[in-house]
């Protein structure tokens, strides 16, 4: 594997750039990338390597820097500054993966997507362990909750109702185990249970133990192309955009309601229609707001 950094940074065009490992992001930190980036230009390179394009042209494949890269396209940009590589698909493949545990400081919810694509390419333990830096304790974990089926533990990791510490001790016990409940009060009292945790931790066991640890059904995967994320950041923009003007659509019937209401007050005629019929009392909100007893 060639890590040397390139001597130069070249601008390269961002629709040429393909994504390896395309995945989900955090999108109040993505909002942070745009922004910097937007305020201050780019502080960092993304790492590429380039190939020949089904057209003949320089192609290339994104080794680490996703968040930039869909950061530099929301803004419209055409091109980005990258240091090119010299390396083979599988290592800029295993590049990105490293990079990624490297940055996200071995956060469970995405390691356990990384290291499942790892097995599912045929890598062994040891393999896993030599390319990725992590502990050999820390990759026989999750593998281990990999290889049992143990879904139902897994999306709770991925969804922050246990951490994988809680969701390795759930499985590793026996299934009728009733020792799993002072177990949870400890994780509780140690601080490794937080809030709300421990009752969702209970409802969980009580689940595998009905109806088994796999779900029935797919966990959530992650996107498969380097669009998504750009894509479901315009979409959420567009929702909140159009809440708005719904909102200030509303506020404008209102004012021309309560408008309405104060002209008709002030005539006495119509007030008196109103007593004769007995409809002369409104909720107290509306009728602060137009200044009527």
Aim: glycine share 6%; proline share 4%; hydrophobic share 40%.
């Amino acid at each position: 594997m060639m890590t040397d950094t390139p001597e130069s940074v070249t601008l390269v065009p961002i629709d040429r750039i393909e994504v390896l490992n395309s995945r989900a992001r955090n999108m109040k930190v993505f909002e942070e990338i745009v922004e910097n980036i937007r305020s201050i230009g780019l502080k960092k390179p993304i790492t590429v390597t380039e190939r020949e394009g089904a057209d003949g042209a320089p192609a290339y494949l994104l080794v680490c820097g996703e968040g930039r890269l869909n950061a530099f396209r929301l803004l419209g940009e055409s091109h980005i500054p990258a240091l090119v590589v010299n390396v083979t698909d599988e290592d800029a493949f295993i590049m990105s993966l490293a990079e990624n545990i490297a940055r996200r400081g071995h956060r469970p919810l995405e390691i356990l997507a990384d290291i499942e694509l790892l097995l599912a390419r045929d890598y062994t333990i040891d393999d896993i362990i030599t390319r990725t830096g992590l502990s050999e304790k820390y990759v026989r974990d999750i593998v281990f909750l990999l290889e049992k089926g143990e879904e139902r533990l897994i999306e709770a990791v991925q969804n922050g109702t246990i951490p994988l510490t809680t969701a390795l001790e759930i499985a590793r016990a026996k299934h009728d185990d009733e020792n799993l409940g002072d177990m949870l009060e400890e994780a509780y009292k140690t601080g490794q249970l937080k809030g709300h945790q421990i009752t969702d931790a209970k409802r969980l066991i009580e689940t595998r133990r009905e109806k088994g640890p796999k779900t029935g059904g797919d966990r959530p995967k992650l996107p498969n192309s380097a669009h998504s994320l750009v894509k479901t950041y315009q979409r959420e923009v567009a929702r909140q955009h159009k809440l708005m003007l719904k909102a200030d659509h509303a506020h404008q019937q209102l004012l021309l309601v309560v408008q309405g209401l104060k002209r008709l007050f002030a005539d006495e005629h119509f007030v008196t229609l109103l007593r004769a019929e007995g409809l002369d009392s409104l909720p107290k909100y509306l009728a602060d707001r137009i200044e009527t007893a």
